[in-house]
């Protein structure tokens, strides 16, 4: 089967980099999937997993958001921070999901840190969802 | 000339400093390894995320953007990069001096800019002086990661967004090699640089959903991801400038220590011979 390189790349180094049957993820206009021989894309990504087929397994990459880009012969996942599902931190994420929820009861909705505890929030039940891949 | 006890102390005082200076030798190369691989892992990015803005830029003709344009300069931001700690030479010094010329050139009032200081010798430098800090960071980590950082950099690219700053200058001192650093000014935003760096060809791409959504995206990431940049390097000449210092220190004791043992013998070797005269002396006197 056709397959095509991937690298997942933060600021903190490359996460993920190898050779896949298809990449899926979600874009902010919606659910992309990307299979070998795709046209060259960019987009800008939700905070979600991107899903990485192989060899008739799949494997999970959480993202906080950034974007995709699609080259002829390369995909490129660029965000701010990326793990694989077994780097996940569960323990962590936890924490900062009720970090997160305690900050959003306490504050009112137009502030700038309620914005900020929303997607600290969206960005720990994602580590925990790709963790647990629970879909 | 000093006394032999005297002598003794002092050698044993600069022996212990020597001892201390070449263990923070040591933990600022092993310190600075890492600082240089973690520069490096960056490089990966850095590289991608400035490919990718370029070739849209470019590309996309007719996309405008906030950060890709000029406005009339009514306030400026410094971003200054120095180190927490001091001992490391020069380091700090020639960053600060550097900023501190070119606010007295180019500002005649402090209303006209803002200084944003990562690490602390820069911080309590401006504030001294009185210079509006409007955002510092102290105490980050010799291996800072990107989330440390975060908060400041998308404050500081914020800052730009919302008018606050009309331009973004970031200086630092940049890691040429172990022995020579040099301090960098860089004009962070607006991104005016793209065109310079192209690379040789340009993919033309499809955009989900379009070229001005991806911008919107994509250049404070890239600016934000300048800022993080600026900072590791920063962290690799700090290193390296203290491992130099520190060299320095321990090369200057060891000399001291063999002054003082050359004088410390000198005067051991006059107190015998006087010490023989009088004996002789003494002898000569009873016969």
């Known amino acids: 089967m056709k397959t095509i390189k991937v690298s997942v790349v933060t600021p903190d180094g490359p996460v993920y980099e190898s050779d896949v049957e298809m990449v899926s993820t979600k874009a902010k206009s919606g659910e ?43 995909v490129t996942v660029l965000a701010q921070s990326a793990e694989k599902s077994e780097d996940i931190d569960v323990e962590r994420a936890l924490r900062a999901k009720e970090r997160a929820e305690q900050r959003l009861r306490e504050q009112k909705q137009d502030n700038i840190d309620f914005k900020r505890a929303e997607l600290a929030l969206r960005r720990a039940v994602n580590r925990i969802t790709v963790a647990e891949r629970k879909y | 000339m000093a006394s032999l006890r005297d002598i003794k102390h002092r050698i044993a005082s600069t ?11 040591m933990t600022s ?31 996309a003709g007719g996309v405008t953007h906030p950060m890709l344009t000029h406005r009339p300069i009514k306030k400026t931001g410094y971003i ?33 800019f803002a200084i944003i200081a990562i690490g602390r010798v820069g911080r309590d430098f401006f504030v001294k002086r009185g210079y509006n800090v ?18 400041i950099t998308s404050t500081a690219v914020g800052m730009f967004a919302d008018e606050t700053f009309d331009e973004l200058y970031l200086y630092y001192s940049h890691y040429i090699s172990a022995i020579s650093q ?44 300048l800022i993080y940049g600026a900072l590791l390097d ?33 005067a051991r070797q006059a ?16 016969e």
């Open chain 1, 32 to 74: 992309l999937g990307i299979l070998p021989g795709h046209v060259p894309l960019v987009a800008p990504l939700e905070i979600g997993s991107v899903r990485l087929k192989k060899d008739g397994k799949t494997e999970f990459v959480a993202v906080s958001g950034g974007f995709l880009e699609v080259r002829p012969d390369q």
């Open chain 2, 234 to 266: 920063s962290k690799a000449s700090e290193h390296a400038a203290r491992m130099t210092a520190m060299r320095n220190a321990t090369d200057n004791a060891q000399e001291l220590i063999r002054n003082y043992s050359l004088s410390y013998n000198r």
């Open chain 2, 80 to 112: 200054v990069i120095t180190s927490d700690r001091g001992l490391a030479g020069a380091f700090n010094s020639n960053v600060i001096r550097r900023v501190h010329q070119t606010i007295q050139s180019r500002h005649k009032s402090n209303d006209e």
């Open chain 2, 182 to 225: 040099q301090v960098t000014e860089k004009q962070l935003l607006p991104l005016t640089d793209i065109s310079a760096s192209a690379p040789h060809k340009l993919i033309s791409y499809e955009f989900e959903p379009d070229a001005e959504a991806i911008l919107e995206v994509l250049l404070p990431q890239y600016a934000e991801s």
């Open chain 2, 271 to 286: 107190a015998i011979t006087q010490e023989i005269t009088e004996i002789v002396g003494g002898a000569a006197a009873l």
């Open chain 2, 134 to 151: 409007v955002l510092d960071i102290v105490g980050l980590h010799d291996q800072p990661s990107f989330q440390d950082i975060k908060e």
């Open chain 2, 29 to 59: 190369a092993a310190k600075w390894n890492r600082g240089v691989l973690n520069a490096k892992s960056f490089v990966p990015y850095m590289e991608k995320i400035q490919e990718v803005t370029t070739s849209i830029a470019l590309g």
């Open chain 2, 15 to 25: 022996k212990k400093t020597s001892q201390i200076t070449k263990a923070m030798e």
